[in-house]
């Protein structure tokens, strides 16, 4: 996935910069960058490998060595950025989060039209914001070279730029799947993908940007470069998984937006009698948590923590580039509570079942420590297609979703043309799966939030809201 934070004032933004980048921290694990604009020195940038460390201990020189009253910084799961470019539009610095599914035919396009070059990664892979700015320059000026540049995109692309005169440009993707949000100061603004970042900071929101639209920053105001348009189609995974519990998107909280989930959990379950004889309600830490609490507040049945995770210092599982490496530190950190394990019947909340890998490990190590029964609840529906749109825990294809290898088990390549009936309970297709996943996975039972009860606890049109995970609509 990736976050971007920026800012533009009268004064050094170079600290707001650095704490608003980091507080974006739990969307990448791989690069960390920042881009600043003096008006002597001009851009500056840096760029660190965060794998094995956090944006902050990497970066906590730049107080010393950039300076400028502009400024943007990029957390990646993927391609090294800002990039500095040099072009007929001038020299600027550029992030981009989002995923481009058509890169190699706009490559050999740029370069067979261009007689250009691009600065070749490993393997001859380019950096898609490199690619971004190729597509940008191409136009007479930034507004018309972002409008090309995601219209020729085939996914996502939310764009920001820092300019040489260090003016802010901020753009939203063409049908909002992810938020861009600026906030004023008493001496600038600020445009940033998590809320929080800019209200922890002292800005106060006064601008969400629609779909589409474009805006460009200085200290003394914002100036609207291009209209957003009609079409609003923002990531409901926002809410249920990788959205910071203290961010806002659309005037929904997503720490809100989890509790209420749990409750229509438990209305639903309560309703099919289906987890009776459970004595707590767990999260599966940290995303489930505040889905466990909203369904045992529901319910009545108590909430507990019957396993901690060690964070002091495995902070986060996924860091390891290797997946037994990672297997490994997810093992380490899970520390048991016996008292709350040993012969007890419990029932706990996942954010989402992706390929069912993690989930059975945890399963197996609390039977391992004593428990009784352990009932498995999604706080999302089940998860058919891989995202196209964005590239946070991506699957390759369909067949790493263990859905989807339990339909090709169950049926062959006849069940793909049936997922509608897998994912309702109701339906007997539904019910097959749902056992065929217990007996893989080791659940006493297994349920998964309908997408009605999603969108119902969201709260937004759902014409408003992807789903295509889940249903593949587009």
């Given at each position: 996935m990736g976050g971007f934070f920026g800012a533009v004032s009268k004064r050094s933004v170079i600290s707001d910069v650095f704490f608003g980048t980091d507080y974006h921290s739990?969307?990448?694990?791989?690069?960390?960058?920042?881009?600043?604009?003096?008006?002597?020195?001009?851009?500056?940038?840096?760029?660190?490998?965060?794998?094995?460390?956090?944006?902050?201990?990497?970066?906590?020189?730049?107080?010393d060595e950039m300076c400028g009253t502009s400024a943007i910084g990029c957390i990646s799961d993927y391609d090294p950025q800002p990039k500095l470019v040099r072009s007929r539009l001038g020299t600027y610095a550029?992030?981009?989060?989002?995923?481009?599914?058509?890169?190699?035919?706009?490559?050999?396009?740029?370069?067979?039209?261009?007689?250009?070059?691009?600065?070749?990664?490993?393997?001859?892979?380019?950096?898609?914001?490199e690619l971004v700015a190729a597509l940008i320059n191409q136009k007479e000026n930034f507004t018309e070279g972002i409008k090309f540049a995601q219209k020729s995109v085939d996914g996502t692309a939310s764009i920001l730029i820092l300019k040489d005169d260090g003016n802010l440009i901020a753009a939203r993707d063409r049908v909002g799947r992810l938020p861009v949000m600026v906030g004023k100061s008493e001496d600038g603004y600020c445009v940033t993908f998590e809320s929080f970042a800019a209200q922890k900071l002292g800005y106060e929101l006064t601008l969400e940007l629609a779909p589409g639209e474009i805006v460009e920053i200085n200290a003394d105001g914002?100036?609207?470069?291009?209209?957003?348009?009609?079409?609003?189609?923002?990531?409901?995974?926002?809410w249920s998984y990788y959205g910071y519990p203290t961010s806002t998107y659309e005037g929904v909280n997503v720490e809100v937006m989890r509790c209420r989930n749990g409750e229509i959990m438990a209305r639903n379950d309560e309703e099919a009698k289906n987890a009776e004889g459970v004595e707590y309600i767990c999260g599966v830490p940290d995303s489930g948590t505040p889905h466990a609490i909203g369904y045992a507040n529901k319910s009545g049945v108590p909430f507990a923590r019957p396993f901690i995770k060690y964070t002091p210092t495995w902070a986060r599982s996924f860091t390891p580039?290797?997946?037994?490496?990672?297997?490994?530190?997810?093992?380490?950190?899970?520390?048991?509570?016996?008292?709350?394990?040993?012969?007890k019947n419990l029932l706990f909340v996942d954010d989402s079942i992706v390929r069912?890998?993690?989930i059975k490990?945890?399963?197996?190590f609390l039977y391992e420590n004593g428990a009784a029964a352990v009932h498995m609840r999604s706080a999302c529906p089940p998860i058919m297609y891989s995202c196209k749109y964005l590239n946070f825990s991506r699957a390759t294809?369909?067949?790493?979703?263990?859905?989807?290898?339990?339909?090709?088990?169950?049926?062959?390549?006849?069940?793909?043309?049936?997922?509608e009936e897998y994912s309702d309970t109701k339906t007997e297709r539904?019910?097959?799966?749902?056992?065929?996943?217990?007996?893989?996975?080791?659940?006493?039972?297994?349920?998964?939030?309908?997408?009605?009860?999603?969108?119902?606890?969201?709260?937004?049109?759902?014409?408003?809201?992807?789903?295509?995970?889940?249903?593949?609509?587009?």
């Open positions: 739990h969307l990448g694990t791989r690069r960390g960058g920042m881009a600043a604009y003096d008006e002597k020195i001009g851009l500056q940038k840096e760029i660190h490998n965060i794998e094995n460390s956090p944006f902050r201990t990497k970066f906590d020189h730049v107080f550029i992030c981009m989060i989002g995923v481009i599914n058509n890169a190699e035919e706009l490559i050999e396009k740029y370069l067979s039209t261009y007689c250009g070059h691009f600065d070749a990664m490993t393997g001859g892979v380019v950096n898609s914001t914002i100036t609207q470069l291009a209209k957003g348009g009609g079409e609003m189609k923002i990531c409901s995974f926002l580039t290797h997946q037994d490496e990672r297997n490994k530190v997810a093992k380490m950190k899970q520390i048991p509570i016996h008292d709350l394990i040993v012969d069912g890998t993690q490990k945890t399963v197996d294809n369909d067949m790493e979703l263990i859905t989807r290898r339990i339909i090709m088990e169950l049926e062959g390549e006849e069940g793909f043309n049936h997922l539904g019910k097959k799966m749902r056992a065929a996943m217990c007996e893989k996975l080791n659940f006493k039972s297994l349920e998964f939030q309908s997408l009605d009860g999603i969108i119902e606890a969201i709260g937004i049109d759902r014409c408003k809201l992807c789903t295509y995970c889940w249903d593949g609509k587009e």
